[in-house]
């Protein structure tokens, strides 16, 4: 089975969480230009408006739905209120996430909570929800986008990493469930994508080749933002979006991600040594 389209189904019915910012934002700008029909959700209710006036320029529209999908009684409102404005949801993109960059003593519970809540939680309760009405129609797409952190785990982020391991485990047993029933899923696990991610991750400080070095610190957050290997938003959304209509189950994007992707899986024992060598 391919994924609805503008081409098989006019317009296809798209949600996409965390669509306030970076890949998320990306992606419903993408999707507009498909002629899409959206609905968007995040906490982040200023970038949620402000994304309408773009869409509106190129021909599209969304129904903006604040929510926070760590919570299980906003994501069934959000899918309530898809089924009720567009009579279904073609796509589902996992978007929302939140990020870490500090040792795993600076990092407190709620911060743990935080991050898996919105990272993993949040997309098993957008996942569960939308399935009952996908498998009666025996069509549907769910595409979760992990990380390559979810298959290469590294220090300093090490809930993110925890987070998206998951998110590929649950992606993996649901495919596997659901494909009987004429829907897919898929994972995409990006590498370093230039956006403000970074900057609104939790920051603390840690060591890396007998260096001291915060995350706070605006050099550290340039070099985030501005590695030669990252990808833009754009690339990532048009690659996430290729990725829904393909037949793949499970993606990486960027070299990154390919190359670290292929080293863990390769060889293990290396790639944990030379992480444990690398935080020395």
Not at 20 to 44: F, H
């Amino acid at each position: 089975m391919t994924a609805p389209s503008s081409s098989s189904r006019d317009p296809a019915r798209v949600l996409v969480t965390g669509a306030a910012s970076g890949i998320g934002r990306a992606l419903a700008l993408e999707y507009a230009r498909d002629g899409a029909r959206l609905v968007l959700a995040d906490t982040n209710v200023t970038g949620l408006r402000a994304l309408e006036p773009e869409i509106a320029r190129i021909g599209g529209s969304a129904l903006i739905v604040p929510t926070d999908v760590s919570q299980p009684g906003e994501v069934a409102t959000l899918v309530a209120a898809a089924h009720g404005a567009a009579g279904g949801i073609d796509v589902l993109v996992n978007c929302a996430g939140i990020g870490v960059y500090a040792g795993v003593a600076e990092v407190a519970l709620e911060k743990w909570q935080q991050i898996l809540g919105v990272n993993l939680l949040g997309t098993i309760y957008t996942s569960l929800a939308v399935l009952p009405r996908m498998r009666e129609r025996r069509s549907g797409v769910i595409v979760n986008v992990a990380s390559m952190s979810g298959v290469f785990a590294t220090p300093y982020t090490v809930p993110y990493c925890a987070s998206k391991f998951g998110v590929i485990g649950f992606s993996r047993g649901l495919r596997a469930e659901v494909a009987r029933d004429g829907v897919r899923v898929v994972v995409v696990n990006p590498g370093v994508v230039r956006t403000e991610f970074a900057r609104h991750a939790t920051k603390g400080t840690f060591r890396v080749l007998g260096r001291e070095v915060s995350s706070a610190t605006a050099a550290f957050l340039s070099r985030v933002e501005s590695s030669r290997f990252g990808l833009t938003a754009e690339e990532a959304a048009r690659a996430i979006r290729r990725a829904a209509v393909g037949d793949r189950a499970e993606i990486a994007i960027g070299l990154d991600a390919k190359l670290l992707t292929r080293l863990a899986g390769t060889f293990p024992a290396f790639t944990q040594r030379m992480l444990e060598l690398l935080v020395r």
